[in-house]
T-cell receptor, first 113, second 114 residues
C-alpha cells in the first residue's frame, strides 16, 4: 500500500549545525511533496514543497532534495537555531488523489544550545 | 499574513454529545479540509470540500461526521454523537486551488471526549 514514513524519530543537533531530516515514500505515483513543521500545541506550518519534476528546491535556510529513484525525500536546515526545535512531517500528494495529503510519522528535532 | 483560524481551541464534551468545530479559511481560498491528529500519532486526512460539496473523504469520515459552509467565510465540522476515540486535535486547512497546491493549516481544535 501507499505510505510515507520517516527514518529517525528524534534528531538532536547542536545549535549552528546543519540538520538533515529524511523521509521515505512508497508510492511512485506521488508527484508533490511538502515539509511541515509542527511546534507543540500548534498546527502544521508549511516550510517548503517540491514537485516530482524537480530534484532540489531551496528556501530560506532550508533545502529539500527529492530522489525519485529510491523514493526518498530529505529536508536540510542550515545553521539550526533553537526556534527550529519542533516535529517535522513530510507529506505527499498525488494529483489523482485530489488534494489529500498523506503524512509521515514525524521526526522530532531538538536543538541543543 | 493571512491565516486559517479555528474555534474553539479546546473543547471537552461528554460521550454521545454533538460537537461543532468552526473554521475560517483564508479568504480567497477555494478548497477546504479537515484533518485530525490523535495524540502522538500522525496527521490524518478526514475530508476535502470544494464548490459546496465534499470532494473526497477518508474511511474515518463516517456518517457521524458532516461538514458545512454555512456562509461565505465559515467552514464547520460536526460530529453528531461523539465517541471516546474521537478525542484528537482537529485541524482545518485551506488551499487556493486543488491538487499540488499549498495547503495551509490552522492552529487546531483540541477535542476531549469523556
Amino acid at each position: 500500500g501507499e505510505s510515507v514514513g520517516l527514518h529517525l524519530p528524534t534528531l538532536s543537533v547542536q545549535e549552528g549545525d546543519n540538520s538533515i531530516i529524511n523521509c521515505a515514500y512508497s508510492n511512485s505515483a506521488s508527484d508533490y511533496f511538502i515539509w511541515y513543521k509542527q511546534e507543540s500545541g500548534k498546527g502544521p506550518q508549511f516550510i517548503i514543497d517540491i514537485r516530482s519534476n524537480m530534484d532540489k528546491r531551496q528556501g530560506q535556510r532550508v533545502t529539500v532534495l527529492l530522489n525519485k529513484t529510491v523514493k526518498h525525500l530529505s529536508l536540510q536546515i542550515a545553521a539550526t537555531q533553537p526556534g527550529d526545535s519542533a516535529v517535522y512531517f513530510c507529506a505527499e500528494n498525488r494529483a489523482a488523489a485530489g488534494n489529500k495529503l498523506t503524512f509521515g510519522g514525524g521526526t522530532r528535532v531538538l536543538v541543543k544550545p | 499574513e493571512p491565516e486559517v483560524t479555528q474555534t474553539p481551541s479546546h473543547q471537552v464534551t461528554q460521550m454521545g454529545q454533538e460537537v461543532i468545530l468552526r473554521c475560517v479559511p483564508i479568504s480567497n481560498h477555494l478548497y477546504f479540509y479537515w484533518y485530525r491528529q490523535i495524540l502522538g500519532q500522525k496527521v490524518e486526512f478526514l475530508v476535502s470540500f470544494y464548490n459546496n460539496e465534499i470532494s473526497e473523504k477518508s474511511e474515518i469520515f463516517d456518517d457521524q461526521f458532516s461538514v458545512e459552509r454555512p456562509d461565505g467565510s465559515n467552514f464547520t465540522l460536526k460530529i453528531r454523537s461523539t465517541k471516546l476515540e474521537d478525542s484528537a486535535m482537529y485541524f482545518c486547512a485551506s488551499s487556493l486551488q486543488g491538487s499540488g497546491n499549498t495547503i495551509y493549516f490552522g492552529e487546531g481544535s483540541w477535542l476531549t471526549v469523556v
